[in-house]
């Protein structure tokens, strides 16, 4: 039977339905540990294809019967990434690529500055950046602002007594889009036992979301970067400033002198 125009025309539909699944698919898993329970996954399957098709019957009925524990296990060891991979009520913006203008290197660095600001002064803060997922419940609990990002708007937030100044402040793109929102707590029970309540909050957006969240502490002066689940503590200027750049631009980071939060804990 000859190829006809129609039969293109659904080899073509369906080639694109299928890159659009694929690719909204991967952009959900994108830039968090769920990834490696993907491959986890893709390896399982691979190892139990090749004991069937070379007839290694008994590592093929291991592989088997261990499906459904290895499965339980895996779902287990990375709850945190499934849950902030599904959860409802976090959106996306658009099809491909989300939010718009991102905040720029000028932007970081005075936001950085104002955070300098609050170190010497001894005061705490947790300014968080959306990046792919919508966080409009987050914003909704607390204060539109709506303002340009300004060194001394943050520090008046953070600084005084302020209403505003133990929640968090919501920056995307060149606004300072609300303060005072309430982040979810950390269920992590390995947290160092001098974080306080910025640092697990900081630790659970980054968990439940793909959002970069800047904590000052309060107590050390230490300026941490949680994102993707984890919580880089005591980072440089430079290091923040960088990884936010690489995050904004949905590139991997990992610093290189810091150590993570749920390893440091012990």
Same mark, same amino acid.
């Given at each position: 039977?000859?190829?006809?125009?129609?039969?293109?025309?659904?080899?073509?539909?369906?080639?694109?339905?299928?890159?659009?699944?694929?690719?909204?698919?991967?952009?959900?898993?994108?830039?968090?540990?769920?990834?490696?329970?993907?491959?986890?996954?893709?390896?399982?399957?691979?190892?139990?294809?090749?004991?069937?098709?070379?007839?290694?019957?008994?590592?093929?009925?291991?592989?088997? @019967?261990?499906?459904?524990?290895?499965?339980?296990?895996?779902?287990?060891?990375?709850?945190?990434?499934?849950?902030?991979?599904?959860?409802?009520?976090?959106?996306?913006?658009?099809?491909?690529?989300?939010?718009?203008?991102?905040?720029?290197?000028?932007?970081?660095?005075?936001?950085?500055?104002?955070?300098?600001?609050?170190?010497?002064?001894?005061?705490?803060?947790?300014? @968080?950046?959306?990046?792919?997922?919508?966080?409009?419940?987050?914003?909704?609990?607390?204060?539109?602002?709506?303002?340009?990002?300004?060194?001394?708007?943050?520090?008046?937030?953070?600084?005084?007594?302020?209403?505003?100044?133990?929640?968090?402040?919501?920056?995307?793109?060149?606004?300072?889009?609300?303060?005072?929102?309430?982040?979810?707590?950390?269920?992590?029970?390995?947290?160092?036992?001098?974080?306080?309540?910025?640092?697990?909050?900081?630790?659970?957006?980054?968990?439940?979301?793909?959002?970069?969240?800047?904590?000052?502490?309060?107590?050390?002066?230490?300026?941490?970067?949680?994102?993707?689940?984890?919580?880089?503590?005591?980072?440089?200027?430079?290091?923040?400033?960088?990884?936010?750049?690489?995050?904004?631009?949905?590139?991997?980071?990992?610093?290189?002198?810091?150590?993570?939060?749920?390893?440091?804990?012990?």
């Amino acid at each position: 039977m000859p190829v006809t125009i129609i039969d293109w025309i659904r080899a073509a539909a369906q080639v694109v339905l299928l890159t659009v699944f694929f690719y909204n698919a991967y952009i959900a898993l994108a830039q968090n540990r769920a990834t490696q329970l993907i491959r986890s996954v893709l390896i399982y399957v691979f190892v139990y294809f090749f004991c069937r098709l070379t007839g290694l019957s008994v590592m093929e009925k291991v592989l088997r @019967v261990c499906a459904v524990p290895a499965a339980v296990f895996l779902a287990v060891v990375y709850q945190p990434e499934l849950r902030r991979t599904f959860t409802p009520g976090v959106r996306r913006n658009r099809l491909f690529r989300i939010g718009g203008a991102q905040t720029s290197s000028d932007q970081i660095e005075t936001i950085l500055n104002a955070c300098q600001r609050l170190v010497q002064s001894k005061r705490g803060a947790l300014i @968080v950046f959306p990046r792919k997922l919508a966080l409009k419940n987050i914003i909704d609990s607390g204060t539109r602002v709506n303002a340009d990002i300004s060194s001394a708007l943050i520090v008046t937030v953070f600084d005084h007594d302020t209403p505003l100044h133990d929640g968090a402040m919501i920056i995307q793109g060149s606004k300072i889009i609300a303060a005072g929102c309430y982040l979810p707590l950390s269920g992590q029970t390995d947290i160092r036992a001098s974080f306080g309540t910025r640092h697990r909050a900081a630790l659970g957006m980054a968990e439940e979301s793909d959002a970069a969240i800047i904590v000052v502490s309060e107590e050390t002066g230490a300026i941490s970067l949680a994102c993707n689940g984890n919580l880089y503590y005591d980072l440089s200027h430079d290091e923040i400033k960088s990884m936010l750049l690489s995050l904004f631009n949905y590139l991997d980071v990992q610093p290189n002198s810091s150590e993570e939060a749920r390893s440091d804990a012990q």
